[in-house]
């Protein structure tokens, strides 16, 4: 219908997410600082801390995310919309 958004996940999944993206960022980046706001950039992470996210998301969240979704939502509260809205992660590709 026009004017309605689809696929968007309800709003408490979507903070249970953004609340286990933070925690991997949190992790990886070895910080405590880092809140559903903070940014990749300004938090010094690199590609190589980019396909470790999207390891931790397969891993903890089930969902399959590129690396360029990282790259394009550097914020956890970004991420999670991207990250909800994605395939289940079914393992490795053959």
């Keep these: 219908m026009a004017g309605q958004t689809q696929n968007v996940p309800p709003k408490a999944d979507l903070t249970e997410t953004t609340e286990i993206i933070v925690e991997i960022f949190r992790e990886l980046l070895k910080r ?7 940014s990749l950039a300004d938090l010094g992470a690199t590609s190589l801390t980019a396909v470790r996210i999207r390891s931790r998301i397969r ?21 999670a ?6 395939p289940e992660w079914l393992g490795k590709r053959r």
Aim: charge should be negative; avoid cysteine.
């Design 81 to 86: 919309v991207v990250t909800a809205g994605a």
């Design 32 to 38: 405590d600082d880092v809140d559903h706001d903070s």
């Design 59 to 79: 891993s903890r969240l089930g969902k399959s995310i590129e690396l360029m979704d990282i790259m394009e939502n550097l914020r956890p509260r970004e991420l």
